[in-house]
C-alpha cells in the first residue's frame, strides 16, 4: 500500500488519501530492480549482436580479401612437335592480382593457397596438318607436372590432307594445396608439328578462386 509521505503534505490526511487519483505510485524496489535487470540484459544483447555482426563483416572483408584472379594470353606462337604434351606459354599479363604466374616455356600459375580454382582456357592452332584417319589435337590441364584432366579432344575420321586452324579449349575445377603448380598442355597427332596462334583473343587463360 502507499506511504502517505509519499504524497504532498497538504493531502497527508486519511480522507484526502483515500480520495487521491492524480499522483503517480512510485515502482517498489522489486519492480525498479526488475526494470533495471530488463535493461541491462538488453544492452547486453544488442552489445553481442554488434560484435556478431562485426565478425560477419570482418569474416566476409577475409574472404573476399582472399579472393584472387589471374588473365593472360599468348602473343608469341607455341611450337607443339607431334605426339608431345607443350605447355603453352601465355606471356601476356591482363590481371594477376596474386602474382602468381610466372611466364616462359615452363609457363605455370603457383597456388597461394589452399583452394579450389577455377580454370578456363582456350587456344587456336595456327595451321595444323592433317592427313590420315585418327590425327587428333587435344588440350589438358597438368598438375605439378602430372597429366591431370584433358578439357577437350578434336579427332579426324577422314584423311583431308589440309592445314587447319582449329580450336580446343575448356573449363574445370582444380583442388590445390599452397605452392601447387598449374599449366596448360595441348597435343597432336598428326602428320607434322603445328603451331599456335600469336594472338590475345585466340589463346588465353583465366583462373580464380571460387573457395
Partial sequence: MLARNFLPRHIQRRDDFATCRCFPIPASNRTRNAMIKSSRIAKSIIAASLLCLAAISANAQ???????????????????????WTIINFNSKEADTANAVTTGTGWYFAAPDAAYLSVQTSVQWNGITTGGTGYYDAIA?????????????????????IS?????????????????????RIYHHSGASGTTFNNVERSWISISRVK
Fill in 62 to 84: 577475409g574472404l573476399l580479401n582472399n579472393q584472387y584472379v589471374a588473365m593472360y594470353g599468348a602473343t608469341t606462337a607455341t611450337t607443339v612437335p607431334v605426339d608431345t
Fill in 141 to 161: 590441364i597438368f598438375k605439378n607436372g602430372t597429366f591431370f584432366k584433358v578439357l577437350q579432344t578434336v579427332y579426324q575420321w577422314s584423311a583431308m590432307g
Fill in 164 to 184: 587447319i586452324n582449329s580450336t580446343v579449349g575448356g573449363s574445370t575445377l582444380v583442388a590445390v594445396q599452397p605452392g601447387d603448380l598449374i599449366d596448360v
